[in-house]
DNA sequence: CTGCAGGCCCTTA
DNA sequence: TAAGGGCCTGCA
């Protein structure tokens, strides 16, 4: 067990954040993340301290970069807080934990597919049936290759399972190159991604700034564009957060659901 | 029990 | 090139 003091983090709210679709809940105050082909038992015990539950070793070759803990979002807070926009420093209080993950960039393409006019707790249902056969981890695209448009549609994927299908035979053919996609800057990635049936602007936004790290992609799903729409009379000033306007959407996104659903 | 959910594709003008 | 209908399905 590891005892660690971190800054800017809340699991709690890393979980509900909407960016990931696997740490749970296990017990209270502990949380099990499933990631990268890992396992790992988070506990929090107080307000900036938890237990990581694996070596040290594994912390700094898998959760560190995971959960972005090289990063200071205290500065970005700072910036937000100095445009004086009330709605924004609301949220920064209100999900002062959140972090944009480094996640597996398989994984998240194909959660991202399924995501699109889909709820939250179907989602999920649907991640951890794909990953039922295979000892709870996410499959490569290998373990997928025979894999049918009624496979998919019985795991529940409905008009969404074509695309994985095409997707999976894309990338084992190198139409799809996954390599590649890593090395582009975020236009030329958002691009690339928009190439493939399935993935539109939105879904390409989400894989590119919650895997590919770009925090300068802002994705705007039917939270961000009521929030644009009430609250920025249909204009948001994302000028004003050059070169991390992503993980300003995060706030926002994190801050009117947790208005809606009366968490606060 | 309906309506809808963190969109996207396709057609139409 | 912008706008709008249809789409799988199960959860609230």
Partial sequence: MLRKVLQDFDIEQIANSGQCFRIREVSPSVWLVKALGHRLCITKIN??????????????????????????????????????????????NYGSGIRILKQDLWETI??????????????????????????????????LKDYTEVDFKTLGLGYRAR??????????????????LTTLQTQDALRYLKKFD?????????????????????????????????????????????????????YMFFYERSLKHNLI
């Fill in 47 to 92: 307000q900036n301290e938890y237990l990581f539950d694996c070596t040290e070793k594994e912390y700094k070759s898998v959760w560190i970069d995971y959960f972005d803990l090289r990063a200071d979002y205290s500065l970005y807070k700072k910036i937000i807080q100095q445009t004086q926009d009330t709605y924004l420093t609301k949220a920064i």
């Fill in 110 to 143: 194909i959660t991202f597919i399924i995501s699109q006019q889909n709820n939250i707790s179907r989602i999920k249902n649907i991640i951890e049936r794909i990953c039922l056969p295979f000892d709870g981890t996410f499959p490569s695209p290998t373990l």
């Fill in 163 to 180: 695309y994985i299908v095409d997707i999976v035979k894309a990338v084992l053919n190198g139409t799809f190159d996954l390599n590649y």
């Fill in 198 to 250: 399935g993935i539109g602007p939105k879904v390409a936004s989400c894989i590119s700034l919650f895997s590919l790290h770009k925090i300068d992609a802002f994705p705007v799903d039917i939270w961000v564009k009521r929030i644009i729409e009430t609250r920025y009379a249909g204009a948001f000033p994302i000028e004003k957060y050059a070169g991390f306007a992503g993980i300003v959407q995060q």
